[in-house]
């Protein structure tokens, strides 16, 4: 009976359409968990639209929420890839959630290396009937490669951008005050900026 799996912490769901392939992963003998896709498509019907684009970015994102960090995070490889996600959700229909989890996609990116970088992706991006400024989806974390002299005045042959709009090459930043206080971080961040901007 499914009654023996509810509790005050856990609910039973019947799944009543066709299970797409790549729904389940096996994390133990006939024990499996939901994949991060089919996890999404479930959750669909249980957030609003913002929660369930935010809970997209953070499964194609590089972290995970973490009460033992100093952050609040910690780095890691994407769950999953945002082609995956959606090529997963394209295979599938007529079930619970899935005009809803497409609906979300549009505002999914990938990459995020964190949660306030999610937050400011879905501020800039998400459009002004949900409250933010309707912003095209940028590419996070982006690699901008720095010319001879850029690069002897940086110390090293890259940046790595937040958030980036190579068509309008405009980079914005989340600078934290864990992480961008105090006099040699302030000098750094404003090296950074002058190169940015002598690249144009």
């Not at 096996?26 to 669909?44: I, N, Y």
């Not at 590419?139 to 010319?147: A, G, Q, S, T, V």
């Amino acid at each position: 009976s499914s009654d023996l799996f509810c509790s005050d912490v856990h609910k039973t769901h019947l799944w009543s359409t066709a299970i797409a392939p790549g729904s389940f992963i096996e994390v133990g003998r006939d024990v499996f968990v939901s994949s991060p896709p089919f996890a999404f498509v479930q959750m669909a019907s249980e957030l609003d639209a913002i929660d369930l684009a935010k809970l997209g970015i953070e499964l194609c994102g590089c972290y995970r929420l973490d009460d033992i960090d100093i952050r609040g995070f910690s780095q890691v490889e994407p769950r999953i890839e945002l082609k995956q996600l959606k090529g997963y959700i394209n295979r599938i229909d007529n079930c619970r959630g899935i005009k809803a989890a497409r609906a979300s996609m549009q505002w999914v990116t990938s990459v995020s290396a964190s949660p306030m970088e999610t937050v400011l992706v879905l501020v800039l991006c998400l459009p002004t009937r949900l409250g933010g400024f309707g912003f095209a989806l940028p590419l996070m974390n982006h690699r901008i490669e720095l010319d001879g002299v850029a690069a002897q005045m940086a110390g090293k042959p890259y940046f790595v951008c937040d958030l980036y709009w190579p068509k309008y090459k405009i980079a914005i930043e989340y600078d934290s005050d864990m992480f961008h206080t105090g006099s040699e971080k302030i000098a750094n961040d404003s090296l950074r900026r002058n190169i940015l901007g002598y690249l144009g």
